[in-house]
């Protein structure tokens, strides 16, 4: 469905912006139809700079998206209007999308205008309402409130609606669980699952949380320094790493549940003397399966 072959976004840094760098470096891979795959990394990994590129909110330097066999990047006008309807994004901070001196539920009137001008108004209010039912929300609770009024839980919840308006196939979610309480987070990882299980939803789960990833994912990316260093069935990258950037990972996270002890010293693979460490390895890389459903990055 979604195809993101050697994608690349180049910056440049230092003081006359002289030295280039690649935030994202040729990132190639799949978002199938009603999965969710977690991007996982550190803070500066490029992550959002993924989410923002697919969403079209950042231009690419090189490389291509795809949705439906299509590269979106040159998509304009119409074309990206038509987009939008296929691919929304969430992210971090719910209060950051929502205009504080406007109801919340003002970004359902804009959904309504750009999209259907048509609709009956009893048809509409029907819509909107099963949306958010769909994402655990009473319409009376949250209608007509200020985001003040709301949780940051609730205002999350409403961007998903927005989105199940739309009837999207892909979600894009930044970060979207750090910013919630405890007993938050599990309902909207929950609600995230049954989207994918009830609406064949497939979402791109950004997330520097290897536990949060672990927890909901079908598949991981293991994204560092730009790179993806490992992918795959979420099962077999965290029981079986093969990059020693995702072992070090997984060895710090802090232990609360004895599985993980016993699964670091489980690992059937050994770390290749030819894996390819950003920063570190010279030349390029090939992502190559090490065994069905799982790829590492190997020296080219
Ligand atoms: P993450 O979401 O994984 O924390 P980001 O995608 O936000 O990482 O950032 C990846 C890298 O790109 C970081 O080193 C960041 O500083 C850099 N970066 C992001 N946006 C810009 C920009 N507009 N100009 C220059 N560098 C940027
Ligand atoms: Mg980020």
Redesign the pocket.
């Known amino acids: 469905m979604f195809s993101v072959k050697n994608l690349t976004k180049t ?3 230092g003081a006359f912006g002289k030295v280039k ?1 690649n ?2 470096d040729n990132a190639s891979f799949e978002i199938k139809q009603g999965e969710i795959i977690s991007l996982i ?10 989410g ?1 590129l697919i969403l079209r909110l950042l231009s690419t330097s090189d490389g291509s998206i795809e949705y439906d066999g299509i590269d979106v990047s040159s998509f304009k006008g119409g074309d990206l209007k038509n987009y939008y309807r296929h691919v929304q994004g969430v992210f971090q901070d719910p209060f950051c999308s929502f205009n504080p001196i406007f109801k919340a539920d003002r970004v359902f009137k804009m959904v309504r205008e750009e999209f259907f001008p048509k609709e009956t108004e009893n048809n509409w209010n029907e819509k909107l309402n099963n949306s958010l039912k769909a994402v655990g929300l009473n319409p009376a609770e949250v209608l007509n409130k200020f985001p003040h009024q709301l949780s940051g839980g609730q205002l999350q919840r409403l961007l998903i609606a927005r989105a199940l308006l739309l009837d999207v196939k892909l979600l894009v979610a ?1 970060e979207i669980i750090s910013m919630l309480d405890a007993s938050t987070r599990i309902d909207v990882l929950n609600l995230i699952a049954k989207l994918r299980d009830e609406n064949g939803l497939s979402v791109l789960f ?1 997330t ?1 949380d290897l536990s949060l990833g672990y927890y909901i994912s079908d598949r991981s990316i293991i ?1 560092y320094k ?1 790179v993806i260093v490992e992918m795959g069935n979420t099962q077999k990258v965290f029981h079986n790493p093969v990059h020693s950037y995702t072992r070090s990972l997984l060895e710090a996270v802090p232990r609360l549940d004895s599985k993980w002890d016993e699964l670091e010293h489980k690992y059937s693979h050994e770390i290749r003397g030819d894996i390819f460490i950003p920063g570190t390895t010279e030349g390029d890389f090939v992502l190559e399966e090490i065994e069905p459903e799982h790829f590492v990055a190997i020296k080219k």
């Open positions: 910056y440049r840094k760098f935030a994202v990394g550190e803070s500066g990994s490029g992550k959002t700079t993924i923002k930044d950004v520097h994204l730009g």
